[in-house]
């Protein structure tokens, strides 16, 4: 089996590099931050000191970085970059959810230089990630494509390919556009409830029974103490920030900008979020949006 090189060892990135590891790929860590990176030796991985330490003798780089400005940094810098770094023929594959213009931009860089290439930027959260469960939205040659699967297998249970370079990126932030209407939508309706009487768990066994169900409501309900293992029930830790939702919601309202698309549900939650981050919340998970429709707050 071929070696990896993974960058980026948060909520997402830690997860996937465990379950490649778990079926006995070679990988080589590294994260700008070494406490992510420490923990994972005990499942067997490497832990680089440097971007050229990590992709020594690999033949494929999985990135999972926060943003645009990181992503382009860890392909394009001048110094050390991974476009420069990897020899013609290595397989990169970024799973960060970045603009379609810098996707398209680090893939044509990649290109130009022998590397093969794919965005895949996932859905499925941490838990996902965790169990191996996640979608992956490509964009990228069906060849390049195939090259990627056996590794998107280990990861996660849906290779989807969206088309060329960048449409995993545009497929994503249409998808996180939605997600954020329906998680808010989903937390008025159980405030609404609550502030009229309900239990929010009775409630939510309602709607899940009703045409109001939802994947926030199914697997990531916003009210703490309503399901086990969601973010709500460990103080909105530990999943997907709202700063990272307000990046995506800004990226899909560049995007509508672009294509003069009208997004007025997509807009508005863009605006729920901002303020949401204003309030000190950027950190928590993006279902703590909840606490911004509470009296109390
Ligand atoms: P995170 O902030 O927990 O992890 C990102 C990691 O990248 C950090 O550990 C950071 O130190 C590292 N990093 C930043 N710049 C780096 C560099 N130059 N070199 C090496 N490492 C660097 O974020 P996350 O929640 O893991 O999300 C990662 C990506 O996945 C984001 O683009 C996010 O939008 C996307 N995503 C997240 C979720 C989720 O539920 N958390 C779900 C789907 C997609």
């Known amino acids: 089996m071929g070696s990896i090189a993974f960058f980026g060892c948060g909520n997402m990135g830690a997860p996937m590099a465990r379950n490649l590891l778990k079926v006995g790929f070679t990988v ?31 033949d494929t780089v999985i990135t999972m970085l926060p943003h645009d400005a990181a992503v382009r940094a860890v392909y394009l810098a001048e110094q050390g970059g991974l476009v420069d770094l990897l ?23 990649a290109h130009g230089r022998g590397i093969a290439m794919i965005d895949a930027p996932v859905s499925g959260g941490v838990a996902g990630a965790a169990a191996a469960t996640l979608s992956f939205l ?34 994503k932030i249409c998808n996180n556009m939605l997600l954020a209407v329906h998680m ?13 009487g309900l239990d929010p768990k ?6 899940l029974k009703s045409s109001g169900r939802n994947w926030s409501l199914e697997l990531y309900n916003p009210w703490p103490g309503v399901m086990e293992n969601s973010a709500a029930s460990r103080g909105y830790t530990g999943g997907f920030q709202t700063d990272l939702m307000n990046k995506d919601l800004g990226l899909a309202m560049e995007a509508a900008l672009h294509s003069k698309s ?3 549900m997509g807009a508005l939650a863009k605006q729920l979020y901002a303020l949401h981050a204003t309030h000190g919340h950027g950190k928590l998970d993006f279902s703590s949006i909840l606490t911004l429709l509470q009296k109390e707050n």
Do not use: Y
């Open 184 to 196: 808010i939508g989903t937390c008025e309706a159980l405030q609404l409830g609550a502030d009229n």
């Open 28 to 58: 080589r860590v590294f994260d700008l931050n070494p406490a992510l990176t420490a923990p994972l030796s005990a499942d067997g991985a490497i832990v680089a000191g440097s971007p050229a330490d990590a992709v020594a003798g690999a």
């Open 87 to 109: 020899s013609a023929g290595t397989l990169a594959i970024d799973c960060s959810t970045v603009s379609p213009e810098c996707a398209r931009e680090v893939s044509a860089a």
């Open 262 to 264: 009208a997004t007025p």
């Open 202 to 207: 009775v409630l939510s066994d309602i709607l």
């Open 138 to 171: 490509c964009g990228g040659s069906a060849d390049d494509l195939e090259r990627a699967r056996p590794f998107l297998a280990a990861m996660g249970k849906n290779t989807l390919h969206a088309g060329s370079a960048g449409a995993g990126a545009v497929a």
